[in-house]
DNA sequence: TCGCATGGCGGGCAATTGCTCAGAGGAGAG
DNA sequence: CTCTCCTCTGAGCAATTGCCCGCCATGCGA
């Protein structure tokens, strides 16, 4: 086959590669001859291109078991909306399989029609969502960050969610520019009184829908391991009964919002509890159970995405 | 791992499989254990899985190539919109390759604020895309007809793609109750004078969006093939220049729709050339070739869903 | 109750895929 | 100009997958 066109980009080697294979079923010796490459170099391009993400999966039908668990969850914690992901391998990374699953919730709600506000915080399974939504122009959504993304040592973009939504969407996006902490109360105030700061907080605050990461205070917290604040405030918070955070804020075992000299620097947008629209909970994985409870008992989060195993452990 | 639940559907296993497979990236034998059976069984149900359609696959890159095409062909026929598959193997069924991509195009229609009224045709191409349309309740659009799906024996839904993508949008939807050819013009004149027909015909015809197949006029024209039309009378159409057919019309090489005693009893919309709305083909294959330029050509449709290798051919 | 058809199940084998490893080629520093 | 480091390449091999085949259970008619 003359393929006469000159490919500069390599990903659209990987990406005719993963076509022919996903897409057209060809096996490896039948891409290499297509492409007039060597087997070896079809399987790389093959690879490449499910490496790289080019290729998203999505499963059209819903197992009756996790339809069961999203009803007795609805009902137990009375949630807007629930879904909850097949089990994965025990080992494997939760955030993975419940990315896909989380994109479809997200774009039900870009399907609405009036113009939306949708405020977006940060962390791993969020980046999974991202990662999986599938692109289109939305241009009348607005898409804000609930929390900065400002590391302690100046770095931006840990996982910077808000980007890459707003990149897939071409959506305007309003990034929050206060940093994760402040070194005390009053830089953060100082922050907050800026005018365009406040904006942010404000669309922030009134957005349509909220999809947030559940963080977990154990001894791993991420806050802790992302070197957000040091292992003695950690024990402090615990000592306080902190039991999850939630874009930024930290709440105890049932949901109530915790205050200390340190919570009083951090600079995430706090989540008004008992919202009357949607404020999505995107989490998973057995540490994190005891912290999504908590968010859900206080109605921080009144709508869930999580898995098959996390489910059926919040119902225990 | 104990799964103690009842899985009453069969094609919950084969969801859960194909779940453990292409989400999870699990080995077949890892999946046996998971789910406790053989490892000829776990192989069963992934197989099962993708050839109930249970997963859905699509590619996020646009390779170079398909993207030079679509600006060129975009200038060349003044298309309001237009998108290129890659090439697949040419043997293979050319509607296997465009239905995601063309989904993606009907998916942008859907995203669409304003409520809206999309008509659709029937083949094999639509009814591809009709399979690979993501679930998602849109009831404020609706869905009509063009064409109806009463075959010569009373056997009504070749395709019946009106019925499969209403389903998957939860959406009201619109047969149309009109023979795809009638008796003789009076028998089609007195169903288009029964109000419920003409209450389908006006909303088909100020449709927001419109998506058809493109039938090509060949020795093995699907109008022929399919039993609707005998071979004198193929024979006859080809001899007035018929080159291809949209909706149940059909049109010569320069795109003008033909008139004769047979086309005069064939129930379809008639789409107005030129129209200010799009009016999407989806077509690709060697054969069909003519009948899409003639179509572009006489402005039946200003958009084009086709694979790399028809795109070709249609510049050449 | 028996015989036969049907359909699912596991065993085994061939095809396909993924991975590792040693070597080639190219860019950049000295 | 040469050396080194780094990346990419192709070969070979082990793991994985797909498929065919004989076997068994179940259901239906005689």
């Known amino acids: 086959m003359s393929r006469s066109d000159h490919d500069p980009s390599p990903l659209d080697d990987a ?3 993963g076509w022919l294979s996903y897409v ?22 093959v690879s490449r291109a499910m490496a790289e993400g080019l290729i998203r999966v999505r499963l059209d039908h819903r197992i009756g078991a996790c339809l ?40 039900r709600v870009l399907a609405r029609p009036e113009p ?31 929390i900065g993304n400002i590391a302690p040592d100046g770095s931006a973009s840990f996982f910077d969610v808000l980007m890459r939504i707003a990149d897939k969407l071409q959506a305007p996006h309003y990034p929050m520019p206060v940093p994760v902490i402040s070194d005390s109360a009053e830089e953060r105030a100082s922050f907050y009184r800026l005018r365009p700061v406040r904006a ?6 009134r957005a349509d829908a909220t999809f947030v990461g559940v963080g977990q205070m154990g001894d791993d917290a991420p ?21 999850g955070e939630v874009a930024g804020n930290i709440y105890d075992a049932s949901g ?16 008004a509890p008992a919202s009357d629209r949607p404020v999505v909970g995107i989490a998973a994985g057995p540490t994190k159970v005891a912290a999504i409870r908590a968010a859900l008992t206080g109605r ?7 898995d098959e195993t996390t489910a059926q452990a919040l119902l225990a």
């Open 256 to 271: 109530r919002y915790l205050e200390t000299e340190l919570i009083g620097r951090m600079g995430g947008v706090r989540i």
């Open 68 to 107: 069961r668990l999203e009803a007795e969850l609805t009902r137990r914690f009375a949630l807007m909306e629930c879904r909850v992901a097949p089990a994965l391998a025990p080992g494997a990374d939760p955030a993975h399989g419940i990315a896909g699953v989380a994109a479809e919730v997200f774009e």
């Open 24 to 45: 057209g079923g060809m096996t490896q010796d039948q891409i290499a001859v297509e492409l007039g490459v060597s087997r070896q170099r079809a399987q790389r391009l």
């Open 116 to 146: 939306q506000v949708i405020a977006v915080g940060t962390g791993r399974a969020l980046r999974g969502m991202a990662d999986e939504l599938q692109p289109q122009p939305c241009i009348r959504h607005r898409i804000v960050s609930l």
């Open 15 to 17: 990406a005719r590669a």
């Open 300 to 306: 921080i989060i009144n709508a869930l995405v999580t």
């Open 200 to 205: 942010v907080v404000d669309l922030a605050q």
């Open 223 to 243: 806050l802790y391991k992302d070197g957000f604040i040091t292992l003695d405030e950690l024990r402090d918070l615990q000592r306080q009964g902190a039991s």
